[in-house]
């Protein structure tokens, strides 16, 4: 059974740069698309882009100038950085696995609250 | 950018209702649709991909159907477990998702 684990700050200054890591369990991190999606409190969900493990990344044209992914297969894991955050930033975090670049998610990590305030 | 427009955003319903959600995208997006069910403090679990298959293990009193720019979601027997809330997401072009729709009991 494939797990993926969200870990990082929950706290992050205005300005500064969140920084988020998933790392996948019970299965390997290769040949899939990895996602980053954010859930602001009693909001919807905003998918914030993905990276296949090549390194081939896909952002949401609403954060790609903010947004930088990478991934290390050798860890099983994959990371999200989120620079010059506000408070409208804060939000829950969660990673996703997908089979190709136009495909449903099937897998979840459990997110991670991140919240940002001086 | 490809808009979903879901509805309602909010249903009180009965344990035992038929209950449907829609989604409507802004354009175009042949059967690329999955539903997910959320419920509070936790993700969203998949339970329906390419607008109409079930993902394993999810009841059969869910259904999609669909194509194109019309899609729906229905329970057939609404049980004490299903009261959550329910996203649609597109996955033509880089994914979004539909605002949401929340089941409450009546």
């Known amino acids: 059974q494939v797990q993926l684990q969200e870990s990082g700050p929950g706290l992050v200054k205005p300005s500064e740069t969140l920084s988020l890591t998933c790392t996948v369990s019970?299965?390997?991190?290769?040949?899939?698309?990895w996602s980053w999606i954010r859930q602001p409190a009693g909001k919807g969900l905003e998918w914030i882009g993905r990276?296949?493990?090549?390194?081939?990344?896909n952002y949401n044209p609403s954060l790609k100038s903010r947004v930088t992914m990478s991934v290390d297969t050798s860890k099983n894991q994959f990371s999200l950085k989120l620079s010059s955050v506000t408070a409208a930033d804060t939000a829950v975090y969660y990673c996703?696995?997908?089979?190709?670049?136009?495909?449903?998610?099937?897998?979840w990590g459990q997110g991670t609250l991140v919240t940002v305030s001086s | 950018a490809i808009r979903i427009t879901q509805s309602p955003s909010s249903l009180s319903a009965s344990t035992g209702d038929r209950v449907t959600i829609t989604c409507r995208a802004s354009?175009?997006?042949?059967?690329?649709l999955a539903w997910y069910q959320q419920k509070p403090g936790k993700a969203p679990k998949l339970l329906i991909y390419?607008?109409?298959t079930l993902q394993s293990g999810v009841p059969s009193r869910f259904s999609g159907s669909g194509s194109g720019t019309d899609f729906t979601l229905t329970i057939s027997c609404l049980q004490s477990e299903d009261f959550a809330t329910y996203y649609c997401?597109?996955?033509?072009?880089?994914?979004?998702f539909g605002g949401g729709t929340k089941v409450e009991i009546k």
């Open positions: 996703a696995r997908g089979h190709s670049s136009r495909s449903h998610i099937d897998y």
């Open positions: 019970g299965g390997s991190i290769s040949s899939y698309y």
């Open positions: 990276i296949y493990t090549s390194g081939s990344t």
């Open positions: 354009q175009g997006i042949s059967s690329y």
């Open positions: 390419a607008a109409s």
């Open positions: 997401q597109q996955y033509y072009s880089y994914p979004s």
